[in-house]
């Protein structure tokens, strides 16, 4: 039963062999984390050697894309974090509705749970028509998923409580119509969405934003590529636009730290000018 | 050379007095970093931090991601995320799928502690309702470092420790009341 243990240079090895290969980078991704999943993966798929593992993914690019998918973390929820959620509807929405079109982007979005969470909140602040909903991830296929909007119906006991935390007010099964296990969500929202792949390593900016939000892609990130992307929301953002990270993230020892300003206590923080 | 040593403390149900009598023993300004790996409920680890710190006069800190470990220092996983530490002897923080129905996992930290740390490290296993942290000790005695589990008979839920027991051969197994001076004895040799 017991599978060998893949080492911290063995990982390094393969993601070498990726990059040439496939011109995915992943070397700087945090090692720890990495060598955890890639362990996981040589696991689950019951890999003889170390050296049959490197073959296959050097050799077989469907099985690369299959390490692309499991490797990355996909796991989401909707309206995470009722707090945070709350500031967006009392503190951020707010400001948002005064401009005449919204653009939003959630980068690393997985499965888009919280792509939808936003879609509602717009819907609720009455400004959803004026605005457009930007999903990306490096993982096409949950990016698939994202754009289908059907989540486990199991979930949605859990996104109602934290639906009500964030203070909403409606029905919350009104925004979505069950079926067996699956819940669809409503095609009025899902038709203000724009979901991509989008490889924050590789990739430059797109468009222009006012609120970005990237929750929980950046620890798995090292410092210098942490850096890197926040030069590239930076350059995303309008001024006086927010970007919005995961609770245990921070913009404070980030190269662009002087530009922005926190807002209250939760992980939002605005750019305030140029200089 | 002497390595670089680490004490990582996995609990669960039942451990949190334990954890509190091996902190006041180790006491503050130990040569090394402690990591606590503790299950409980999201939006308790404020309350968490005070009582600690009123029981024991231990200031423990909770992880922040890319923190450096510094030595005398207690860490406590933030609630809902695992935690790990990269080769540089810093802490990367987690929020993949849960492990053993657990997040932060003990396994998941034990088993990057002893990528990092060898045979510097010790892994302490409390009371516990699950099967956490089994895995890790395993791997933690595979690459040199010290395992020890409360003995499953002075625990508050045995199961965890008892796991560990039945699953591997743990290098200490001791009752509630020695483990304090067993570890801060290791802590300072």
């Not at chain 1, 199991?154 to 699956?182: C, P, R, W």
């Not at chain 2, 996983?77 to 997040?103: G, I, K, M, Q, T």
């Amino acid at each position: 039963m017991e599978t060998s243990s893949i080492r911290y240079e063995e990982v390094e090895l393969l993601l070498d062999d990726l990059f040439s290969r496939y011109g995915y980078d992943f070397t700087e991704y945090s090692k720890a984390s990495m060598l955890r999943r890639v362990q996981r993966l040589y696991t689950l798929d019951k890999f003889p050697s170390f050296a049959e593992f490197r073959y296959r993914l050097k050799t077989d690019p469907p099985y690369f894309r299959r390490f692309v998918e499991e490797v990355t973390v996909n796991v989401t929820e909707m309206l995470r974090d009722p707090s945070f959620h709350r500031t967006l509807r009392t503190a951020i929405l707010p400001v948002l509705a005064t401009y005449p079109f919204i653009r939003i982007w959630h980068a690393g979005c997985s499965t888009g749970e919280e792509v939808y969470s936003m879609a509602i909140l717009l819907r609720e602040a009455g400004v959803l028509h004026k605005s457009l909903l930007y999903g990306t991830d490096i993982n096409p296929q949950v990016v698939e998923k994202a754009r289908k909007g059907i989540f486990p119906v199991s979930q949605m006991q859990k996104y109602s409580e934290n639906y009500i935390q964030s203070g909403g007010v409606q029905d919350f099964s009104s925004y979505y119509t069950a079926n067996y296990h699956l819940a669809k969500f409503d095609s009025s929202l899902t038709a203000r969405m724009i979901f991509s792949t989008h490889n924050l390593v590789s990739d430059s900016s797109f468009n222009e934003f006012q609120l970005i939000l990237c929750r929980n892609t950046l620890i798995y990130f090292e410092q210098e590529l942490q850096a890197k992307v926040f030069r590239l929301f930076d350059n995303s953002l309008e001024n006086f636009g927010y970007l919005a990270l995961g609770s245990k993230e921070s913009l404070r020892f980030s190269p662009i730290a002087g530009r922005y300003r926190q807002v209250g206590k939760e992980k939002i923080w605005r750019k305030i000018n140029e200089a | 050379m002497k390595p670089e040593r680490l004490l990582v403390i996995g609990g669960s149900a039942g451990s949190l007095q334990v954890i509190l009598a091996v902190l006041s023993a180790v006491g503050r300004g130990s040569p090394m970093p402690v990591l606590v790996v503790l299950h409980r409920n999201v939006g308790f680890e404020s309350t968490l931090e005070h009582l600690i710190f009123a029981r024991t006069g231990i200031s423990i800190k909770e992880v922040e991601e890319k923190e450096p470990l510094y030595k005398g220092t207690v860490y406590l996983c933030p609630a809902d995320y695992h935690v790990l530490v990269e080769a540089d002897r810093s802490f990367s923080l987690d929020y993949s799928e849960r492990v053993n129905f657990s997040r932060p996992s003990i396994d998941v930290s034990f088993r990057s502690a002893a990528d990092v740390y060898g045979p510097g490290l010790m892994a302490l296993l409390l009371s516990g309702g699950n099967a956490d942290g089994v895995e890790g000790m395993q791997y933690v005695q595979e690459r040199g470092g010290v395992t020890v589990v409360q003995d499953p008979a002075t625990a508050e839920v045995p199961y965890m420790p008892q796991h560990a027991v039945t699953r591997m051969s743990p290098d200490h197994i001791l009752p509630t009341d020695v483990l304090p001076g067993f570890i801060r004895n290791w802590v300072y040799m």
